[in-house]
């Protein structure tokens, strides 16, 4: 075997083919929005991008630094659960949000973006702005 076969099948080991992704112009307005009402700037070296594999709506990896959604669930969804699923993910890959907020308001919405189960549209859109308010603050 010679040592460029070798170094390519370590490097196929080490970075999984399906792992390697690239942006998906879908996310770019998402990505602007987020940055518009976070005042965060999402890293160049994240990659936003669809997949089958992940068995939730979405989901924030760190090696690769990828968010991979799910397209079966993204074309069921309306505008604003798209919009409430985008930036649940970004919270969670640039602001490392890596913990859910699984309360509950008094009227059965959803306390935070960073809700385990966020894809309430009426909610979203009735608490949108506490959400906004509240998401990623302490990067701002
Ligand atoms: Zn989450």
């Not at 699923?85 to 960073?114: P, W």
Request: some cysteine; glycine content about 4%; aromatic content about 14%.
């Amino acid at each position: 075997m010679s040592k460029g076969a070798l170094v390519y099948i370590i490097f196929l080991l080490v970075f999984k083919v399906s792992d390697f992704m690239v942006d998906d112009p879908t996310f770019k307005p998402y990505k602007e929005l987020f940055e518009r009402d976070s005042g965060v700037k999402v890293p160049e070296l994240l990659t936003i991008t669809f997949s089958s594999s992940t068995k939730f709506a979405g989901s924030c990896k760190f090696l690769p630094y990828v968010i991979q959604i799910n397209p079966r669930i993204w074309y069921n969804y309306d505008t604003i659960q798209r919009l409430g699923l985008v930036y649940h993910e970004l919270s969670h890959c640039t602001c490392f949000r890596l913990k859910h907020n699984d309360k509950l308001l008094e009227d059965g919405c959803q306390a935070s973006i960073m809700h385990s189960k966020l894809n309430n549209s009426k909610c979203l859109k009735k608490h949108w702005k506490k959400y906004i308010a509240e998401f990623c603050l302490d990067k701002r």
